[in-house]
């Protein structure tokens, strides 16, 4: 039997942290996503060792500033492409300017200068990578996928997911499930 | 990622194309650390010995002797060692099946290989950073697939 899950990024990061968190006797307010306060003084083998725990959920401490504020842009893009609805009516760049309260031009800058690619590229790895998961749990058709994820149709649609991965999003489709059916012929094999 | 280093591993038997890579590799703006083997066997020789640190990304000639590109690829897709590498399979000439086939068997990337050299450091470019977006923004590699 095979079963497909479906999962809340947010709240799943937010119960890890806190389990993490609480199993280490720390105090803590988390403030927004991705964003926590620790309330005392936190020794260098708490910290060393709350990474190592945070680490094997592939969570990471980011460190100096510009990395704080490109996770934060990146989190940004991440929330605002997963919202189930009403995905913002707002251009991206007028949403993450006041969402970080920064010009739009300087974080586009600070985004490209540490990441090496910009951020209209990212928001659309990003909105193609949601497709991906629509279009693997099976539920919705191609339409549907291009009117939640603010697509005006399905040929645009189509076309950015051709452009962004150079395959299109039926051949994906029978590509992935493929590769499933390939592993589950390989461990029935080795077993 | 402006501090770090991405580790390529090349795989091909031409000395020519490893020159080719090698240099465009070089001169692009993300700064990488290459390993260079020279055929299949050699590649999986260094992979398997747990001393050498794993690349963060492979790139894999589809023809050469001894193992092929295709034989190397189902290897490491069989080894849970190898989960976090991703490979990426190049060629002069494909066609959509075989493509896809690389697809299905666990390539992330395939490349038609380019003559130009300015269009390979490009090709080169895109795929890195690409890679660097699925190994740092938490993406799932699984559904990573790039022709280009």
Known sequence: MKVYVKFDINA?????????????????????????????K??????????EHLGEYGIQIVENQKNILV???KDAIVEMVNQEENQPSLKSSVYLAEKLNHSYNYISNLFSEVTYSSIESFIILQKIERAKQLILMNELTFTEISYKLNYCNVAHFSTQFKNTTGIT???FQRIIKKRRELQVQEQMQNN | MNNDLIHVCLADDDADDRLFFTEAFDSIKIKTAITVVNDGVELMDFLNNDENSKPHILFLDLNMPRKSGMECLSEIKQDSRFNNIAVAIYSTSAS?????????????????KPNDFEEL???????????????????NRENFVLSI
């Open chain 1, 12 to 40: 799943l990061c937010r119960k890890i942290l806190q389990e993490q968190l609480d199993a280490s006797g720390i105090n803590y307010r988390i403030i927004a996503f991705g964003e926590i306060e620790i309330l005392d």
């Open chain 1, 42 to 51: 936190l020794s260098a083998e708490k910290q060393r060792k709350l990474e």
């Open chain 1, 71 to 73: 996770q934060k842009i």
């Open chain 1, 169 to 171: 999003p039926s051949a």
């Open chain 2, 96 to 112: 959509d099946r075989d493509i896809e086939d690389a697809f299905v068997k666990g390539a992330n990337v395939y490349i038609r």
């Open chain 2, 121 to 139: 450091k490009r090709i080169l470019n895109e795929v890195i950073a690409l890679n660097w977006q699925y190994h740092t923004s938490g993406l």
